[in-house]
């Protein structure tokens, strides 16, 4: 038994170390792409180990709260939802002229298939706080399970392979990055501002959570139809990009079943008979 205690010790310390180099990356000026990489490369277990953590948590934490009244949270929950709106926005406008600018001077397809200065400066910045970001919104869910709102199978899915796939794709850094993270840093700016509207007891109309859930499939029809033209790119037409298979693989997987997922939810919450009624509650974190 000592073996996985030292193991657990050395890894707590390193974790320690690895914050502090967290902290000068964030708090440095200029951004340092290639220490950024690094540290993310670095941290690729402890985003496993995060996942892990993250369902015991979870279903845990569901689990104890079966027979127990719901928490209200409404002050930690304001505060939750307002700093991840105002940081989806603010990442929104930080990279919308690297991303218009790619598009209308290089082309929509270069846009995808070449990564360029995506990374670099002051939007590498921000593409890196995107990143990162992906660990501490797990929490989201540890909000809805004490406050024992409907858990869904896309909620926690989405979180734990958005993770998986921002930590083993940031290091290589593919052209199409470039368009899933600035689709979902803009949808994140309208989804976390109305949920801060929500959780401030705000009466929103209903046609909102429509036109949120509707700008999410679109968000994935658009990156799907990007990975399919790429893949024609690459397999068929032999065209150099910046590409990895194993990440274009995963992007594919990740994207095809976020939009299935996503239209389902769409369909039971909005179309199909008694849907609504019993999905309603769903949107309302």
């Known amino acids: 038994m000592d073996l996985p205690v030292e193991q657990l010790k050395q890894q707590l ?3 320690h170390l690895d914050t502090a180099g967290l902290v000068r990356l964030v708090t440095s000026s200029p951004f340092d792409e290639n ?8 941290h ?3 985003a496993i180990q995060a996942c892990i953590l993250y369902v015991i948590v979870v279903f845990g934490t569901k689990f104890f709260m079966r027979n127990r009244q719901p928490f209200d949270l409404f002050v930690p929950l304001n505060c ?12 929104t406008i930080k990279l919308t002229p690297e ?10 397809q270069t846009s995808y298939c070449k990564i360029d200065g995506f990374l670099e400066g002051n939007n590498g ?3 890196y706080l995107f990143i990162a970001s992906k660990l501490i919104e797990l929490v989201d869910t540890v909000f809805l399970v004490l406050r024992k709102r409907p858990l869904m199978f896309l909620h926690w899915y989405h979180h734990i392979l958005t993770l998986i796939y921002a930590f083993f794709s940031y290091p290589i850094s593919p052209g199409f990055n470039r368009w899933g993270i600035y689709l979902n840093f803009f949808v994140h700016a309208f989804m976390y501002s109305y949920y801060f509207l929500r959780s401030m007891k705000i009466r929103v109309p209903g046609v909102v959570a429509r036109f949120i859930t509707s700008i999410q499939i679109l968000q994935f029809i658009i990156s799907c139809a990007v990975l399919a033209h790429l893949g024609v790119l690459i ?12 990440v274009f693989i995963l992007a594919t997987f990740m994207d095809t079943t976020y939009l299935a997922l996503f239209i389902n939810f769409f369909l039971k919450s909005y179309v199909l008979g008694g849907g609504k009624q019993k999905y309603k509650k769903q949107k309302s974190q």
């Open 125 to 127: 910045y921000w593409v």
């Open 235 to 246: 397999y068929i037409q032999g065209v150099a990009c910046d590409f990895d298979n194993r």
């Open 44 to 46: 690729q277990v402890l």
């Open 35 to 42: 220490a950024a990489k690094s540290w993310i490369t670095n």
């Open 99 to 108: 991303f218009v600018s790619t598009v209308m001077n290089k082309g929509i």
């Open 80 to 91: 939750w939802n307002c700093f991840l709106a105002v940081f989806s926005i603010v990442g």
């Open 13 to 15: 310390t390193e974790f």
